[in-house]
């Protein structure tokens, strides 16, 4: 004799494992949707700690960048030997520029670690420079440069070391 068996209530089906399938990705679809809504509400793309302030004094911003223009100078920065920063500074036709207040400010492009404000020195024929700490890398040098006039030119420059 022969003993069949009994269904014994449920049986895993192509239909059930379809559904499965349908519901474990349509979550992982709806959670990934969630947090890429989230990240793009969280993070603006701002880059400035003072946003409402920096917006405020656009208007002003744009002037001294007109009035930069209109200047018409040219800043070259970089490391003339081991621990010197050396700033040039030409007018639109090249000639060197001079009797300048010269400030500079090193920062790593990623990170505040080793920040450094400095004051530049004259050394004639349009050039300045700073003793500094020794730096290797990628550096950024922002310079301010403001003649007697009260004119002021601000130029933002990346400097490589080995």
Not at 72 to 95: C, F, I, K, N, Y
Request: with cysteine.
């Amino acid at each position: 004799m022969t003993t069949t068996r009994q269904p014994t209530g449920f049986t895993l089906k192509g239909w059930h494992v379809l559904a499965i399938f349908v519901a474990f990705y349509g979550v992982m679809v709806a959670v990934n949707t969630i947090f890429i809504i989230d990240a793009y509400r969280t993070f603006p793309g701002e880059v400035s700690d003072r946003p409402y302030e920096d917006g405020v004094a656009y208007n002003q911003s744009l002037r001294q960048q007109a009035a930069q223009a209109a200047l018409g100078w040219r800043v070259r920065a970089g490391m003339s030997g081991p621990g010197r920063l050396t700033v040039e500074v030409a007018d639109a036709h090249g000639a060197p520029v001079d009797g300048l207040r010269v400030n500079a400010q090193l920062s790593r492009p990623a990170t505040d670690a080793g920040l450094a404000k400095v004051t530049l020195q004259p050394l004639g024929v349009g050039v300045y420079q700073a003793n500094v700490a020794a730096i290797h890398g990628a550096w950024d040098v922002a310079v301010d440069c403001t003649d007697a006039k009260g004119r002021e030119f601000v130029a933002d420059r990346r400097i490589v070391t080995p």
